[in-house]
């Protein structure tokens, strides 16, 4: 129940019911009674409780979705109505969009119109993307040739059917988007899913499903369980019961998927961290590279997987391009994120704001120069100034480590082959810009960056077509476009002897 802040006028009726986690259609406590703290990141301060559900829910909720999987109207809907759903859905958060994105500013802390303007539409057009493809998921035929059986004639043509039942755990820094990119090919493919929205997040998640319902989607096929990563998601990653699980988070706790995973060698996809390089080159529009790289990084209070936190500068324009990105950071508003006028909100959680400025100030003990921002900033809530470093290099934990908050550090480079090599120096590779106006360095560059996106003279562009994940430690499989279809379904050969 919202008790300290007045609830945002479109998300009122939603803000003032109490909260309960979605199994098999019905909406349940946990089954020991528990709840965790729901809170506003801009002041520091409860507004809601939702069940902390723990292994029996996640039992529960796994039986519901293998009931839905196996044998049920879902298993048995054609393509073409299980697609009208998934548009269905959203056409529903397109008509409740404002209260969708009141929730996600309330609860994430992000600004209400960058969630009105990014994460309600994008969440909206994922499903939309998906729906198409219900109809769209088919095999091949193959004319084989069987040397060891000369004469043999057979037809041969492969099926892709759904992977099962997936449990899907999602992050805190974009709840509404991240539940839409797992749940659109998911459902597409005809799977069902458990799904656990982080414990700092789990609101818009609960809405989501509340119009899922709506959209007509059968019993059982959406579960959600809320709950702490280290019970319900713990025990969703190892259930017996799950055939796949799809997680986004860090990289340390995707290592911990892995694992538990691996017992009984579930599918498995992860879309985990990034420390990735943004490279201006001085042949850039200068006007463009320069708010475009402060974008880069501080998008969503820098809680973003892909954010541009390695800043590479060509060494001749190095003092102009530093000097623009600082004064962008300290132009930008800080508030909270219902505020119309708020252009940064808060950080997500006490936590993040202490990891954030625990990397602020090893950077300080190490002799990292701090040109503009550096640190908390306000009494209440999770707030941390933009952040510009310079003099940071390996072995420096600003520089090596995803600090996943408003900071980037600014290196100088002489030519594209060094940059090439350093850009790739990090255990991560989830995306990477370039700004140049030299189209051949930009094309001679790209192949050569270890990423799974590359952005030229733009960044932070995402599209429900087109596939996004990382390389090395970022991760594995990709989300979107028709890849994530694959990371959904399985292949089954058939060879029939004629
Ligand atoms: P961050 O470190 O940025 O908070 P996490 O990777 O911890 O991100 O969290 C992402 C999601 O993973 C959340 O839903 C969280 O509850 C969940 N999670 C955290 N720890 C575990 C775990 N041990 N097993 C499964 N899920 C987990």
Not at 310 to 334: C, F, H, P, W
């Amino acid at each position: 129940m919202v008790t300290t802040v007045e609830a945002a006028s479109h998300a009122a009726r939603f803000l003032e019911q109490p909260k309960r986690m979605l199994v098999d259609g019905a909406w349940v406590d946990s089954r020991h009674g528990r709840t965790l703290e729901v809170y506003d990141p801009a002041l520091g301060e409860v507004i809601d409780h939702v069940p902390a559900g723990d292994a029996e829910d996640v039992d529960l909720a796994v039986a519901a979705a293998r009931r839905a999987f196996e044998d049920s109207e879902w298993s048995r809907m054609t393509a073409s109505d299980r697609g009208r759903i998934i548009w269905r859905v959203g056409d529903l958060i397109l008509k409740h969009a404002d209260e969708l994105a009141e929730i996600e500013s309330m609860d994430n802390g992000k600004p209400v119109s960058v969630a009105r303007a990014a994460d309600v539409p994008l969440a909206a057009d994922l499903f939309h993307y998906m729906a198409g493809f219900a109809t769209k998921i088919h095999g091949q035929t193959f004319p084989i040739s069987v040397p060891y059986a000369p004469g043999a004639q057979f037809h041969a043509y492969t099926l892709k059917e759904p992977v099962g039942v997936v449990g899907q755990i999602v992050p805190w820094n974009f709840p509404l988007l991240m539940a839409a990119w797992k749940l659109g090919p998911a459902l597409a493919t005809g799977c069902t899913v458990v799904l656990k929205p982080a414990e700092q997040t789990p609101l818009s998640a609960l809405r989501l499903a509340e119009l899922m319902l709506e959209a007509g989607l059968p019993n059982g096929v959406l579960n959600v369980i809320t709950g702490f990563g280290e019970t319900a998601g713990a025990a969703l990653a190892g259930h017996p019961g799950v055939d796949k699980v799809a997680f986004t988070g860090s990289t340390e706790v995707g290592k911990l998927i892995v694992k538990a995973a691996a017992n009984d060698l579930k599918r498995v996809t992860i879309e985990l961290g990034g420390k990735s390089p943004n490279v201006v080159f001085a042949d850039a529009d200068l006007e463009t590279a320069i708010p475009g790289a402060a974008n880069a990084i501080f998008f969503n209070h820098g809680q973003c997987c892909a954010a541009g936190s390695r800043l590479y500068i060509e060494q001749n324009v190095y003092d102009e391009v530093l000097a623009g990105v600082s004064d962008y950071a300290e132009k930008i508003k800080l508030g909270r994120g219902l505020d119309p006028d708020t252009e940064m909100g808060p950080l997500v959680s006490v936590e993040q704001l202490e990891r954030v400025t625990g990397f602020l100030e090893a950077g300080e003990r190490e002799g990292v120069r701090t040109v503009t921002g550096g640190k908390q900033v306000g009494e209440h809530g999770y707030f941390v100034a933009p952040t510009v470093l310079d003099g940071a290099g390996p072995g420096n934990r600003v520089f090596d480590e995803e600090i996943f908050g408003p900071v980037v550090t600014a290196i100088p480079f002489s030519d594209t082959a060094e940059v090439a090599a350093a850009a790739n120096e990090t255990i991560y590779g989830l995306a990477a810009g370039i700004w140049t106006t030299d189209l051949t360095k930009a094309h001679r560059l790209i192949p050569q960056l270890k990423a799974g996106t590359v952005w030229v003279n733009t960044y932070n562009i995402f599209d429900a077509a087109l596939p996004f994940g990382g390389y090395k430690q970022s991760g594995w499989g990709r989300e979107m476009g028709e890849e994530v279809i694959h990371e959904y379904t399985e292949t089954k050969s058939v060879c029939i002897g004629l």
